[in-house]
Each structure stands twice: as C-alpha cells, then as structure tokens.
C-alpha cells in the first residue's frame, strides 16, 4: 500500500508539469495570434487565456483527491488541443474585427470550455468507478444512435455548408454526434469487455486465424455499420473515420488480435477507394489534400462544406 501511495502522487506532478508547459504554449500562441493580425499584444487575450488556465488547474487539483490514479496525460493533451481550437476562432475574430468587443465567437468557445470542465468535475463526484457504465451498455448503444439520427430529422435538423451535423432546439444549436461519440464508446468499451473472451479465443479457424462467432462479433458490427451509414448521410466523413479509428483501437484492446486490425485496414482502404469514385465531395477532397494550391480542385468539386 504505500509504495501505491508513493506511485499516485508522480503521476499528478507529471500531470501539474505538462500542464504548466500548455498553459505557456497557449499563451505564446495568442500572443503570436495578435502580432500576426493586429500587429500589437493587446490585454484581452489575457481573458482567453486566463479563464481555461484557472478551470484547468482547478480540475487538475480536483484529479489529486477524486481520481488520483487516474492517467496523467488525459488532462494536458485535451488542454492544448481546446487550446489550440480557441486560438483558431480567436484568430478569426481578430481577422473579422481588430475591436476587442467582436471577438464574441472566441469568447462563446471559452464559455464552453467552462462548462465542459464542470460536467467533467461533476462526473468525477457523481461516478465512483467506471466499471458502473457497464450498467448501461445497450442504453448508450440507443442513446447513440438517436444522436447521430437527431440532425437528419426535417423539423430540428439544420443544415450548415451542406453538412447535416446541427440541430436547432429554440436558441440552443448544437452537435448531437459529439455526444454521440460518447455514448457509442462507451458501448463499444462496455460490450467489448463483457465479451473479450468469446472475441478472442471463441470461432472457428479459418487459414490459420480465429474467427468469432456472428452471435458475438454481429451487434457491434452493426451498430458501427449503422453509425458511419448515418455519418455518410450527414457529409460528415471526418467523423466516420474518427469512429472508425475508435472501433479497432477499442476491438485491438479488448481482445489483443492483430487480425481485426488489418482486417479493418483492408476495409478501409477499400471503402475510401470506393467513396473517392461515387461521391465528388470525397473524391475533391483527397485531389485538394495532394494539391492543396490548386484552385481548380476547389472550384470543380463540391467539398460539402
């Protein structure tokens, strides 16, 4: 017990160091933001950067008494990629308005930090072990799939740059796939744990590999067939293969096969083969991805934007 005790505490200081370099890292970029758009360092991006630093370093504390076991890299990388989209949009509005009263679309995206770092901390009090989430493996299967149909219904569903990814509920316009995202790997982390066994030496053996039987492998299948089939309606194919990439890493975890992986990378490459001849916007985005200074790529394809 008390060499564990000693172990707990290392991986929040290393937690506490990496945070430390992002919150230098994010003020550097605004600062480079502000010289490279308005040509002067200006006071307000103190308030972009000061706001996530405050709440990220409460969560981390926070992490020391509720979770202290917890992995120590989690809390630093989504700090710099949050940090990263914030500078983006920052950029954005300085490029739309030099006036530091404009800068209303970054400012929302540190309001939404905000509250995503309090529904972290509440999920920390609320759950005591996520081994409780399996519970709730087929209503986060449902509960995933209603999200990502949500933006396809004609009466909620927004379309934005050809994309079907939004819906309007009053003044509330969000994308139900990022909560979807959630709940769908907590179903493929769930289901795949509970059946790791009969995934990796269940089946019949077929040149030299095992394959599991349908009765196992088939509802995951479908529920991620149906997924990215969902995702291909929405023009949304960035999210299709980031659901895709979740599916093998979480299949490879559970059960430690190299085959389901070169299994699917087989299927990916012949689904992109595919989707690049029968759908234009595929096809114009991976000409534009080879060359991306050709104004001919962006003006013969539609890209779905």
Same mark, same amino acid.
């Given at each position: 017990?008390?060499?564990?005790?000693?172990?707990?505490?290392?991986?929040?200081?290393?937690?506490?160091?990496?945070?430390?370099?992002?919150?230098?890292?994010?003020?550097?970029?605004?600062?480079?933001?502000?010289?490279?758009?308005?040509?002067?360092?200006?006071?307000?991006?103190?308030?972009?950067?000061?706001?996530?630093?405050?709440?990220?370093?409460?969560?981390?504390?926070?992490?020391?008494?509720?979770?202290?076991?917890?992995?120590?890299?989690?809390?630093?990388?989504?700090?710099?990629?949050?940090?990263?989209?914030? *500078?983006?949009?920052?950029?954005?509005?300085?490029?739309?308005?030099?006036?530091?009263?404009?800068?209303?679309?970054?400012?929302?995206?540190?309001?939404?930090?905000?509250?995503?770092? *309090?529904?972290?901390?509440? *999920?920390?009090?609320?759950?005591?072990?996520?081994?409780?989430?399996?519970?709730?493996?087929?209503?986060?299967?449902?509960?995933?799939?209603?999200?990502?149909?949500?933006?396809?219904?004609?009466?909620?569903?927004?379309?934005?740059?050809?994309?079907?990814?939004?819906?309007?509920?009053?003044?509330?316009?969000?994308?139900?796939?990022?909560?979807?995202?959630?709940?769908?790997?907590?179903?493929?982390?769930?289901?795949?744990?509970?059946?790791?066994?009969?995934?990796?030496?269940?089946?019949?053996?077929?040149?030299?590999?095992?394959?599991?039987?349908?009765?196992?492998?088939?509802?995951?299948?479908?529920?991620?067939?149906?997924?990215?089939?969902?995702?291909?309606?929405?023009?949304?194919?960035?999210?299709?293969?980031?659901?895709?990439?979740?599916?093998?890493?979480?299949?490879?975890?559970?059960?430690?096969?190299?085959?389901?992986?070169?299994?699917?990378?087989?299927?990916?490459?012949?689904?992109?083969?595919?989707?690049?001849?029968?759908?234009?916007?595929?096809?114009?985005?991976?000409?534009?991805?080879?060359?991306?200074?050709?104004?001919?790529?962006?003006?013969?394809?539609?890209?779905?934007?």
């Amino acid at each position: 017990m008390a060499s564990r005790v000693r172990v707990m505490p290392k991986k929040r200081n290393l937690e506490l160091i990496m945070l430390l370099f992002g919150f230098g890292l994010y003020a550097f970029e605004l600062a480079q933001v502000q010289l490279a758009t308005i040509f002067i360092l200006r006071a307000d991006a103190w308030l972009f950067w000061w706001l996530p630093v405050l709440a990220a370093t409460a969560f981390h504390i926070l992490l020391r008494y509720r979770a202290s076991d917890a992995d120590p890299l989690l809390l630093p990388i989504t700090f710099l990629l949050n940090s990263l989209g914030i *500078v983006i949009i920052y950029r954005l509005d300085l490029v739309k308005s030099a006036s530091a009263i404009d800068n209303t679309v970054g400012l929302r995206q540190v309001m939404w930090t905000m509250v995503a770092i *309090v529904l972290g901390a509440t *999920v920390l009090f609320l759950v005591r072990s996520h081994l409780s989430f399996r519970r709730y493996i087929y209503i986060s299967m449902a509960a995933g799939v209603v999200l990502l149909i949500l933006p396809l219904l004609p009466v909620i569903g927004k379309t934005v740059s050809g994309a079907h990814l939004w819906v309007n509920l009053g003044p509330l316009s969000f994308q139900p796939g990022e909560l979807a995202k959630i709940a769908l790997t907590v179903f493929f982390a769930g289901y795949l744990t509970s059946r790791r066994e009969a995934l990796a030496v269940v089946g019949r053996k077929s040149f030299g590999l095992r394959i599991p039987p349908a009765r196992e492998l088939g509802p995951i299948v479908f529920i991620w067939l149906a997924s990215l089939a969902v995702l291909v309606l929405q023009r949304d194919l960035g999210t299709s293969l980031l659901y895709f990439g979740l599916f093998l890493v979480l299949i490879y975890v559970a059960t430690g096969r190299v085959f389901y992986v070169l299994v699917g990378l087989v299927m990916f490459v012949a689904g992109a083969l595919v989707a690049s001849r029968l759908m234009s916007y595929v096809g114009g985005r991976l000409d534009g991805w080879l060359d991306p200074l050709s104004d001919t790529n962006y003006n013969v394809y539609d890209f779905g934007f």
